[in-house]
């Protein structure tokens, strides 16, 4: 029996072309079986031209609880539900049949992982950094839809048919476009490991040049990555990104934006310790809403591949970053021994750093007067 909108009061305050539009999208959505409760909620909460797409996004196929999900992946359903709230998603009732067949694919992977002999807690921890980096991305993903896909003039139809149009076309090309992403990263790592053993090895790196590398990042990023909406976590690192743009001029060059995290480089070291000192102040002159940042700076010989570098100056500068004050720019030793203008020192005495053999004498570098 066909359902009477109007008098469900799912047509009211809308002109005439809205009205007759709003029709045939509730018309379409029930005849695919969305129950009237949900197409009525889907109008309370104005998000009713989003639901052919949340439909596309969900998948065909049968519904399964977590109780289900778990006895088919063979895990506790506790571990079920801790990596999802990892994720960053919402963990639904125990009861509630919203889990598909590729939920019972990723569980079935965890506890492959699991018989492979990893740990735990370290799965859970990928989970969580996954989780972070995912909510950017899908919100990143919607603004640039949303950008393209939106016309004056639009119904609420339009926008949800072109919507989903987009998302079964377009959904196929993410997951091998991230797997490509992922597999440079894991490249660049092993690389950056190997590297470092053939230093470590060889007291030297042929084909290396003398460098100062700079790594700043920002301060509490991790826990900010909790509270805020990915959409906002976007726009901060998207203006890192520009702020360290704006200080890297020749011959500072910016290599890369590592999540919240900055890589400059430069033959000089007076150059490359103006930008850091400039970026941490860009960051605190951006006021309350952005966080402050932090920057580690060291200097050595280090391997340039494919507009990258490698050695031991880079893992260096990343971890004097990750003891860095907030608004400091920490240096080491070498950094202050090479710098040629009066910048103002105070120690900051010798740490032992993750993945450095010997402890680091550290210096803060401020400004001359």
């Keep these: 029996m066909a359902i009477d909108f109007e008098a469900e009061g799912l047509l ?3 002109d ?9 999208l509730l018309e379409e959505l029930s005849a695919e079986g969305i129950p009237l409760e949900e197409l009525r909620r889907a109008v309370s909460e104005d998000r009713l031209a989003l639901l052919p797409v949340e439909r596309v ?26 990596q999802r709230r990892g994720l960053g998603l919402s963990v639904p009732d125990r009861d509630e049949r919203v889990y598909n067949d590729d939920d019972v694919e990723a569980a079935r992977r965890m506890r492959a992982f699991l018989d492979a002999g990893l740990p735990e807690e370290g799965l859970f921890e990928v989970s969580r950094v996954l989780g972070i980096g995912m909510s ?26 072109r919507y989903a149009e987009a998302a079964r076309s377009l959904g196929p090309t993410i997951g091998p476009l991230l797997e490509h992403v992922f597999y440079l990263h894991q490249r660049e790592q092993v690389r950056s490991e190997a590297v470092g053993q053939a230093e470590r090895a060889s007291g030297r790196l042929p084909g290396s040049a003398e460098i100062a590398v700079c790594f700043a990042d920002l301060v509490g990023f991790t826990r900010l990555g909790e509270q805020l909406p990915a ?7 998207g203006r890192l990104s520009e702020l360290a743009g704006e200080v890297a001029g ?11 995290a900055a890589m400059l480089v430069s033959p000089d070291t007076d150059p490359l310790l103006d930008a850091a000192l400039s970026l941490v102040d ?12 932090r920057a580690g700076v060291a200097r050595g010989r280090a391997l340039p591949r494919g507009g990258d570098w490698y050695g031991r100056p880079v893992n260096m500068a990343s971890r004097i970053t990750s003891v860095a004050y907030p608004t400091s720019v920490l240096c080491a030793a070498e950094v202050r021994d090479s710098a ?21 004498r550290l210096y803060r570098a401020r400004r001359g007067e």
């Design 282 to 293: 860009a960051g605190e002159d951006e006021g309350e809403e952005f966080p402050l940042l």
């Design 231 to 237: 959409e906002e976590l976007g726009r901060v690192t």
């Design 250 to 260: 020749p011959p500072v060059r910016l290599v890369k934006l590592i999540g919240d």
């Design 12 to 14: 009211d305050g809308l």
């Design 136 to 161: 950017q991305i899908a919100a990143a993903t919607r603004e640039l839809l949303a950008d393209a896909l939106l016309y004056p003039g639009d119904t609420e139809r339009d926008v949800g048919l």
């Design 340 to 360: 040629e203008r009066e910048y103002r020192w105070s120690a900051a005495g010798s740490r032992r750093l993750k993945g450095i053999r010997e402890p680091v």
């Design 16 to 24: 005439e072309r809205e009205r007759e539009a709003r029709r045939r």
């Design 57 to 82: 996004l969900e998948g065909e196929g049968p519904r399964y609880n977590a109780v289900e999900v778990a006895a088919r992946a063979g895990i506790d359903v506790e571990m079920l539900e801790r």
